[in-house]
């Protein structure tokens, strides 16, 4: 809908003068919002910029400090998730909040009020197929979750609040989960709904999707209200410029240089996943000093086993894993560490970090075995604090202190408080999860850097990464993972995203 | 109006200290009305036990005689506690330790000089303790069995062990039918500093300083500290889970065992009934409200085992049942638990506009 057309008609949702403090920060700074029916709102901004909390306000989780909020022009107030749903507003999280051992009209259900004692599921269930069908969100109401792709399950949260009435459907970076097929079925999909009169808040850190999805863009920086303008009047230069607040420069330099012996050999490399089911189905590849072999794929295709295997996490059941020429398949974690492996995991809190130590604990959990960090089996408190001011420095970290807990920084920080570790640590083999995942603009392009730095000086770098725009722009070479398989391992330079995204979706490739 | 929880942005160190406090006052509130219901003057009452407790300097040794097996399992239950490892087998520990302690004490008296025995004795106590607690411990880092079955069914096992060893095969030819073994020789009496706290104060203090110095600035403790945070970034970070479990394990219970050994040569010199009084489960709640502090255990035990002898005290002044102190004590439990509410939650109050609507509208297609 043009924005004349909608500023004709009532809002359906206003937000006015939101703000909200957390201890330290201004996360949302006097903001207005307005929705109007059957549009697409794009939410822009970076990590930090106030998006999750203004729509977590807006879905009853948070309070705010000041501000109104209207829904048809009645002033509204929302304590709870629930008061939310009776007004019509459903957010689809990032976390999906799904019960895996539950079927798809159990999730659907759960949690709602007035269910009888014993709820008439073939009648629930017939109701969802009517919906699913009507807005071609298939998907088997008696299946499991766990049965369920990624795509799959994002459809279930998004009949969930259909099913419960939603009129204003928010969206959390909805598409870092999806393939690029799924994310065009999703656009599909929104385009159903808008034309029915309901409307959709759709946030995001991506221009390509704020110009893919909306009608009308809103740009969050530091909590307060940017820009606010129609999507088509815009260019994604102009919104990079108004969210980050500086142009961005979006080619990295990236020098030419012969890659040297090899690093890293695997060879038939296979894993099992936690429900015992093979993830890893031989795989094959080879990376050598100063080289940064990417990895494609959908989430979900082996990624993650592979990870965890060449990093000891996980046992392989077959194949063999080689480090310069030394036999370290199935050594234990530790053992991968003192061979020169470090590795920046895809949960940066659940794994790479520990919330609740201090800054300077968390960079010193690689170095604390040797000196100077600890000396006959003492930690030495000066050359931690010493070693975390330094990290801090060199890596711009941004925290108030280095006996902060590590809890308090926000993403961006978080992931360079582990890459400052782990590149510290690091002795040859660099394994990369999803490292800019989440990660604003800014912190985006720091991190990138950090990595062409560390192949600069002949660390070989396995890259796992959704955003093939990424991989293009970093790696040397791509290699596409399918249900567990290597479909073909191209060159950075001759690969482009369509052939990727044939070879993601398992088409057969060049070996 | 109405009230709600709102998560904290950053822990409240306030609430933190004042948790255990306010804990401990609403213990005395809620004691209060009991002690009222039984027609007692609570106020009365309280002033007893005080007095019972830390009046005098006889009273007072007698509660640091009660406080030193506390401070000793309590510091056993910290360790274990910080690692998640949930060990309520601390009774058990103790008790093997007591029963080790007399073994040798009673059965190797002649063979070992004298000089050396009390130190054999202590460390046989502390390695029955320690080994105790490893069953669980491998039971629980290998084979993943659940502890809190295994440390709270293992408690049952050495109790009753050695309750068989003193009604039986050990007991005294000249007790005149009194369940014990004989008294142990001279050489292996703990030495007593004051009235009847013995030396065992002295190995309390320095365990809770050993350990908050192993915890605060040990590369051990820094692990240990680690997995009790997020065992799976301990695992990623190449920390050997298991191995950590087990040592942290023999620590604890070697810690419970020296309890029990300290209990057998310090007060009782001998085996017998009365060692297994609950001090490994009072500690748990000494480890909770010291917030697994091992220096704060120091002084939650004094406390703890005040609240024992003026429980002893007020039976004897006031004829009420020496329960008193130990159901002021479970009653500190539970909003010291909930306290750890506030410690990440903080309390709001709302007043809202208009209600919004509570009944979902129709789904029109």
């Known amino acids: ?511 | 109006m109405r009230i709600t929880f709102e998560k904290r942005q950053s822990l409240s160190y306030q609430a933190t200290i004042l948790a255990p406090i306010a804990s401990f006052a609403l213990a005395l509130l809620g004691g209060s009305l009991l002690l009222g219901l039984s027609g007692a003057n609570p106020l009365a009452t309280y002033a007893a036990m005080l007095d019972g407790a830390f009046g005098s300097w006889p009273n007072f040794t007698e509660t640091l005689v009660k406080a030193i097996p506390l401070m000793l399992t309590g510091l056993a239950v910290s360790i274990a506690f910080r690692m998640q490892f949930w060990n309520i087998g601390a009774e058990g520990q103790l008790t093997l330790g007591g029963v080790a302690a007399a073994w040798i004490a009673l059965f190797w008296a002649g063979i070992i000089p004298s000089t050396l025995l009390l130190p054999t004795v202590i460390l046989a106590g502390i390695a029955a303790g320690a080994l105790w607690a490893a069953v669980p411990a491998l039971l629980k880092a290998y084979l993943r069995v659940d502890e809190t079955l295994t440390t709270l069914m293992l408690n049952y096992v050495a109790i009753l062990f050695s309750q068989y060893l003193f009604y039986g095969p050990w007991r005294d030819p000249k007790g005149y039918g009194f369940p014990g073994t004989a008294p142990f020789p001279d050489a292996a009496w703990l030495p007593r500093l004051a009235g009847r706290a013995h030396l065992g104060l002295v190995f309390a203090i320095i365990a809770a300083i050993a350990l908050w110095f192993i915890l605060k600035r040990t590369r051990w403790g820094f692990e240990l500290r680690i997995i009790g945070e997020n065992p799976t970034a301990a695992r990623y970070l190449g920390i050997n889970i298991a191995r950590n479990i087990v040592l942290a394990l023999l620590l604890s219970g070697a810690l419970s065992g020296l309890a029990g050994a300290c209990e057998v040569t310090g007060i009782s010199h001998r085996l017998q009934q009365g060692l297994s009084i609950g001090y490994g489960f009072t500690a748990i709640i000494v480890a909770w409200m010291a917030q697994l502090n091992p220096l704060a255990v120091l002084v939650v035990a004094i406390l703890m085992a005040g609240l024992l002898v003026g429980g002893d005290q007020v039976q004897i002044m006031m004829h009420l049942p020496a329960a008193v102190g130990v159901v002021l004590q479970g009653m500190i439990l539970f909003p010291m638990l909930a306290g750890a509410l506030f410690t990440e939650y903080r309390i709001k109050i709302v007043r809202e506009p208009r209600r919004a609507p509570t009944t979902a509208p129709e789904v029109e297609l």
């Not at chain 1, 799904?98 to 009020?113: H, K, Q, R, Y």
């Not at chain 1, 592979?306 to 392989?316: N, Y």
Request: glycine residues 10%; charged residues 25%.
């Open chain 1, 1 to 511: 809908m043009d924005q004349e057309q909608a500023q004709t008609s009532h809002p359906i949702l206003e937000m006015h003068g939101i703000c909200k403090r957390f201890p330290g920060v201004v996360a949302n700074d006097h903001v207005d919002l307005a929705l109007y029916p059957g549009e697409v709102l794009a939410l822009l901004g970076e990590n930090g910029a106030g998006k999750s909390t203004l729509m977590n306000i807006l879905v009853g989780l948070y309070r705010p400090d000041a501000g109104r909020i209207a829904v048809h022009g009645r002033e509204v107030a929302i304590n709870s998730p629930r008061d939310a749903a009776a007004l019509g507003i459903g957010m689809v999280h990032q976390n999906f909040c799904l019960v895996e051992p539950m079927t798809v009209a159990e999730n659907i259900v759960l949690g709602l009020s007035g269910l009888p004692f014993v709820p008439d599921m073939d009648q629930i269930a017939r109701r969802i197929r009517e919906l699913s069908a009507h807005y071609s969100l298939q998907v088997d109401p008696k299946a499991y979750i766990w049965q369920l792709s990624v795509g799959e399950q994002q459809r279930v949260e998004i009949l969930k609040q259909i099913y419960r009435g939603a009129e204003i459907l928010i969206l959390d970076e909805p598409t870092a989960v999806l393939t690029p097929q799924e994310a065009q079925e999703l656009a599909a999909i929104l385009q159903r709904m808008t034309a029915e009169g309901k409307s959709a808040i759709f946030i995001t850190h991506k221009m390509e999707e704020v110009m893919a999805y909306s009608q009308r863009v809103m740009v969050l920086r530091q909590g307060r209200l940017v820009a606010e303008c129609a999507t088509r009047e815009t260019s994604p230069q102009e919104l990079a410029r108004l969210m980050v607040g500086r142009e961005v420069l979006f080619h990295l330099k990236r020098e030419e240089r012969q890659p040297g012996e090899v690093v890293l050999s695997v060879r038939g490399l296979e894993a099992r996943n936690e429900k015992g089911l093979p993830a890893l189905r031989g795989i094959d590849f080879e990376i050598a000093e100063g080289e940064i072999l990417g990895i494609a794929g959908v989430a979900g295709n082996g990624q993650r086993e592979l990870a965890e295997t060449i990093t000891g996490l996980r046992r392989a059941t077959r194949g063999e894993i080689r480090l310069r020429g030394r036999n370290v398949t199935n050594l234990s974690p530790l053992e991968f560490i003192q061979a020169g492996v470090s590795h920046i995991p895809e949960d940066r809190v659940e794994m790479g970090l520990v919330g609740n130590m201090a800054v300077a604990e968390n960079l010193a959990m690689k170095g604390y075995r040797r000196s100077p960090l600890a000396s006959r089996g003492v930690l030495q408190p000066k050359p931690m604090l010493d070693f975390a001011r330094r990290m801090i420095d060199a890596f711009r970290i941004a925290t108030p202190s280095p006996h902060t807990q590590v809890k308090f920084l926000s993403g961006g920080n978080l992931q360079k408080t582990i890459l400052a570790r782990e590149i510290t640590a690091c002795g040859g083999l660099l394994v990369a999860v999803h490292p800019t995942r989440g990660l604003d603009v800014g912190a985006t392009e720091a991190v990138r850097r950090m990595l062409l730095a560390e192949r600069a000086k002949g660390t070989a770098i396995l890259l796992i990464s959704e955003d093939l725009e990424e991989l293009l722009a970093v790696a040397d070479r791509i290699a596409v993972i399918f249900e567990g398989r290597i479909m073909g391992i191209l060159p950075a330079a001759q690969a482009g995203i369509e052939t990727l995204g044939l070879l993601m979706a398992g088409a057969a490739g060049p070996a």
